[in-house]
């Protein structure tokens, strides 16, 4: 009989190389200056420089680490860096980073309460710490889903699921029913148009609502869509507000829209991806006003709760819809307990990671206080940035910035009584400032398009990023800008 | 202006409490028997121990860990342990719990290529060792999911989308539609039905093709099901066959669909999330004949490829029609990069964690013959345990036993006689078995039920699962199954 050892490393390497990733990962967080953000990399040369096809025999694990290190980082967009500013800054955090390592090691499946009942009911516990500090009522139920994209999809077929229309026996084909119309900003995040598509709704009975000068739902337009669409016989199925869009994180009028859900009996879910952590803080929890008359919604921990992606949490007022949109129980997962969640039952995903061990680590070893502090300072940090753009001649602030993102662009001198009918050229413009800026490797940043003006998105939300990041960031924008404010003249 | 060190925990913690953990896995991982496979928890019992609400102040890790040590860990069910043989049994290897370590800290995002392009290039470089290793056409595009639920939705939209039905576009209901069809074997996993209902086509659509004695999904039924379908006007959209079903492992004879898909235009998918790995095994090669016909196919490196969950790939010949289902590239999200895979338009979650890198590790660590060699060691201990089954005169064998599960029950002599009329019987005593089986701690299996009869089986797939514990587990099986053939009366 063989004996176990060969089946496995050893844990004298376990332990020595493990040793070794934790010292290279801490001179990493320590040092990230070492790094460009975001390097020069050509497509498929990364690639190139990996052997092909898969080894046959065993390679030694300090030769397989030393690729990492030479083949792989240097082809990596460093979103630890504190001077990585694109998209939304996701962050882990170091007590994080070992829950996910025990999450690894003990690798138990959260499926069913009886497939490993601590991990099941530690996910019952931290998400209800989550709830009760956001002033969630207590019927919301959460549930860990790997991203928001999933976590709104799952929403939404809890939302078809409520019209009693036996769309989950019968299917949607075949049938005499009326479109079912989804309605959502027209700077709604692209998963809910995504999850439309899955669930066979389709794009074209997707309502993007018009919005405001601030970037928010009109909630008037909503209402008038509404009214005309059941005049129309269509089924409006979900109305998804945002709580911090994308874009611009501006926060849709919840209440407002909350009212019409239930005027029109249309189930309402709040997409708070990014912004609905922020209501953790108390001068920011007018973010989540009306949030608890919505029948679902969605937050990040992986966005700005100091987990690792990743980590999407769905909060649904009505539990016993959303379990009769998915539950299917073969009679290899029958179990006899009662009174126990099988959190299988309320996503698509049957297997589920222990997702709720990594998000428990920061709760205790930051503290609620501790997290709040370090959101607020975020905050505290974009406001800087922005009445630093709103002083400067040549730039101006394209929308408010109620979070930790502040949408800019730059606008030469020379160009502003001009800018309408120069919009073009003062998009590409701007396009070069990015690409100039990212090409540094001193920082990076993302774009999007606001009344069809490019405007940079400068987002804050890393647990590495000081005030001194934001100063140098700021520095590079105004040295890169400077150069074209010659090329056009002053 | 604040300094960064307080922001997170500091290195030294960092690695003082890394290297803790990695000693307790380390330890654990040597004496699994300290814990029992599964304890006997009351459910609550463990949310009782843990404090609510959420603390507000920070507490030291060291009490964390402790915490982890004495409230959580008395609760989980061990799926590392080596006697856990119910369901299928995941498994973790040293290497690739590395691999999620340095993953965790570095922390990126694979949505985009230029997101961080290592990431992308990695997955795309891993996916074709592990698809050149089985031998699959290279016109087959893997990407990386969480599970194998979540590919075979993708999956199955693809292939609704290959109907050319504009269902994007206009969705599916509000027009004249016939209902879309599913065809799969009436032990196919519950996440095809599940699919079916998210995607609007219906529990009652999914057509549970009838199994051979063998419980492969008989291809003549399968050929009628299509052709009566048809004449009566449905729309047959995915034909799902499985290689290594759930309940005993069987494989669908998948060259005879593949022919039947071509035949009657029907995309084929194919649900190897357990066995398909196995094809790695020369000798075993044969379980994925006919798969290279197929238009996707998806198989778990979480299962039975040494990685922790979650690693799911689903491999697709046409994803072009992948894409077309799910892209919808937002502003914020535009690149200017061509020739390269941006993996988020191939799914539903838009954030994706670097999975690949943990994949890779397994690849490097064992090499291409040291996975083959374990799983063939798997294989063989359940033909042992088969043997010792077959053997027995009180247990019989269910179905066949091609990977390393084996389906058996127990059959008390005195009632073999009499087999039929007291299946009933026979059912609750082999629950009672399973049940106390499970509650000695010395073992975990779970069940199924095969035309009528409750079947308990036992899988093997866990790193750490060496010959004597499958010795153990014979051992546990028959002590239990003596008592209650007393008490039945020989």
Known sequence: MKTKEPFDMTNEEFTRYGDQILEWLAAYFDHPERFPVSG?????????????PAPSKPEPMAQIIKDFE???VPGLTHWNHPSFMAYFAITSSRPAILGELLSAGINVNAMLWKASPAATELEEVVLGWLRRALDLPAGFQGTIHDTASTSSLVAMAAARES???QVREKGMTGRDLKPLTIYTSEHAHSSIERAAIVLGIGQENVRKIAVDHEFRMDAGELRNMLQRDKRDGYIPCCIVATVGTTSTTSVDPVPEIARLSKEFGVWLHVDGAYGGIAGLV???????????????????????LFVPIDCSVLYCRRPEILRRAFTLVPEYLRTEEEQVTNYMDYGIALGRRFRAL???????????????DRLRYHISLAQKFQSWVRSHPSFEVMAPAPFSVVCFRFLPQHWQKRSEVMMELINQLNLELLENVNRSG??????????????????????????EHVQKAWEVIRRNSESLEKRVGK
Chains 1, 2 share one sequence.
Not at 288 to 303: F, Q, R, T, W, Y
């Open 40 to 52: 020069a990399i050509l497509p498929g040369s990364i690639k190139k420089t990996l052997p092909s």
């Open 358 to 372: 990594k998000l428990w680590m920061v709760f205790r070893y930051f503290g609620l206080e501790g997290i709040v």
């Open 282 to 304: 108390p001068e920011m929890r007018w973010v989540l006003d009306g949030c608890a008359e919505a029948d679902s919604i969605v937050m990040n921990p992986h966005k700005w």
């Open 442 to 467: 001193e920082l990076f940043l993302s774009h999007t398009k606001l009344n069809g003006r490019v405007v940079l998105r400068l987002a804050i939300g890393n647990l590495r990023t000081a005030e």
């Open 163 to 165: 019209l009693q229309l």
């Open 70 to 72: 030479t083949l792989i």
